[in-house]
C-alpha cells in the first residue's frame, strides 16, 4: 500500500530524495523557460541552468530538509517528545497533589483525635458541672422546705410537728 506522504507511490524505497530533486529541477526549468524550451537549441540553456542545478544538487545532496519524509518525521518525533513530556509533567504534578492530599489528611487525622479528646474533656466537664448544679438545687430544695416546715411548726427544732 502506497504511503499517503509520497508523490511516487510505486518507486522503490530510498529513492525519495532523487525523485523529489528531478521533480523540482522540472518545476524550476519550466517555470523559467516555459515554452521557449520547444525552440531551444540543444545545450543552449546549459550556461544559465548549470548554476540552479549545482544549487539543487548541493541542497539535496546535503540538507535534512530537503528530504520531505524525514523531515516529517522529524517534526513528528518531536511533537510526540514534547507530548510525552507534558503528559510526564503532568503526572508528576498530580503526584504532588496527591502528597499534598495525603498531608492534609494526615493532619486532619490528628486534628480528629485532639478534637475528640477535647470533646470528652467537655463533656465530662458540663456533666460534672451538671452534677453539682443538682446537688446544689436538691440542697437548697431540702433548705426551703426545712424553713418552710420550721415556719409551720413554731420553731427551727420542729417541736410541734415531731
Known amino acids: 500500500m502506497a504511503s499517503p506522504f509520497s508523490v511516487w507511490p510505486t518507486r522503490p524505497r530510498g529513492g525519495r530524495i532523487p525523485f523529489a530533486f528531478l521533480d523540482d529541477i522540472h518545476l524550476r526549468f519550466v517555470r523559467t523557460y516555459g515554452r521557449g524550451v520547444h525552440s ?4 543552449g540553456m546549459n550556461d544559465e541552468f548549470s548554476r540552479v542545478l549545482s544549487q539543487q544538487m548541493e ?9 520531505r519524509m ?8 518531536q511533537v510526540v517528545r514534547n507530548v510525552m513530556i507534558e503528559n510526564i509533567d503532568k503526572v508528576l504534578e498530580r503526584g504532588d497533589r496527591l502528597e499534598l492530599l495525603v ?7 490528628g486534628n480528629t483525635f485532639r478534637f475528640r479528646k477535647q470533646a470528652r474533656r467537655f463533656r465530662n466537664t458540663t456533666w460534672w458541672r451538671n452534677v453539682k448544679l443538682m446537688i446544689a438545687l436538691i440542697i437548697l430544695l431540702l433548705v426551703v422546705v426545712y424553713v418552710v416546715l420550721a415556719f409551720v ?4 427544732t420542729l417541736p410541734t410537728c415531731l
Open 40 to 43: 531551444a537549441q540543444a545545450y
Open 59 to 67: 541542497y539535496y545532496s546535503n540538507d535534512p530538509n530537503a528530504d
Open 70 to 77: 524525514n523531515r516529517l518525521k522529524g517534526e513528528m518525533n
Open 103 to 109: 498531608d492534609k489528611t494526615a493532619n486532619m487525622q
Open 153 to 156: 411548726c413554731h420553731g427551727l
